[in-house]
């Protein structure tokens, strides 16, 4: 099979870009909206997390190929089952908005962390492999190592150093998501007046809470835009071990990596 063969439609910037849409999508309503209630934050974290589960399911199946789908697919129900409990009545309150997003951000985030971690440290303990093994394919400098697949499968799409660190960073906000809102108590109450608008106001747990998830979303949505639409080098292969990561928008690698245009900026 060539190269230009296994080229696939879905890629993993596209991933990329529509989480960031849909990341963007729940930040904007959020800041705009006046009324940050645990009602409208728990809608608009059930659409965000319905949305964004299904992009991680499509992308098991778009992006990763056979037998590499298993992160994708965890992510993409545990995110979705999220979305769908945020939207029952019974959990639109304080302390289930408080629950059901900690709760969310501390699966989702240790996930993409561990696979983009694992990704990093396969790729350094690669890069120190004698190039010159017998064993070893062939490879151009800076470029995964050509794999050939068992019983005719499709070869896994190139994999760089960038994108594995794109999904250490998204999990680690994902859990700085549920420390930040860990540390703001539920029942806090702040009362305080305008005197020029003459109006008294009372700033509340659920109200900075909802603020957090929608500055979480909003950095998301700025950070893998950035990341969808750097360039990628150029096509090559690796091994079957990165697909976890490829689906989630985010790649894995257990070969030398590709150099990374994001690498010399």
């Not at 006046?34 to 809608?43: C, F, L, Q, Y």
């Not at 997003?101 to 690669?126: F, Q, S, T, Y």
């Amino acid at each position: 099979m060539t190269p230009s063969s296994s080229v696939r439609t879905f890629e993993v910037r596209h991933v990329q870009l529509a989480r960031a849409g849909f990341a963007a999508l729940a930040a904007l309503m959020i800041t705009f909206s006046p009324d940050h209630s645990a009602a409208v934050g728990a809608a608009v974290y059930s659409g965000f997390a319905i949305a964004t589960g299904l992009v991680f399911l499509l992308a098991a199946w778009l992006v990763s190929p056979t037998g590499g789908r298993g992160a994708a697919i965890a992510l993409g129900a545990v995110t979705v089952v999220a979305g769908i409990v945020a939207s029952l009545p019974p959990v639109r309150s304080v302390a289930g908005f408080f629950i059901v997003v900690i709760a969310w951000a501390v699966i989702a985030g240790a996930v993409e962390l561990a696979v983009g971690a694992r990704a990093l440290l396969r790729a350094r303990k690669a890069a120190r492999t004698d190039a010159s093994d017998a064993d070893a394919a062939p490879r151009r400098a800076g470029y995964v190592a050509p794999w050939t697949p068992r019983d005719g499968a499709t070869p896994v799409a190139p994999l760089s150093r960038g994108d594995a660190r794109d999904a250490v960073v998204v999990g680690v906000l994902g859990i700085l998501l549920a420390v930040g809102m860990l540390l703001v108590p539920t029942g806090y109450a702040l009362r305080y007046t305008i005197e020029e608008a003459g109006q008294t106001f009372t700033l509340t747990g659920i109200i900075i809470a909802v603020g957090i998830f929608g500055a979480y979303a909003a950095i998301v949505a700025v950070y893998l835009a950035i990341a969808g639409f750097s360039p990628r080098p150029a096509t090559a292969f690796a091994s079957p071990e990165t697909a976890d990561a490829a689906a989630l928008g985010v790649t894995a690698t257990g070969a030398p990596t590709p150099a990374d245009p994001k690498d010399s900026a």
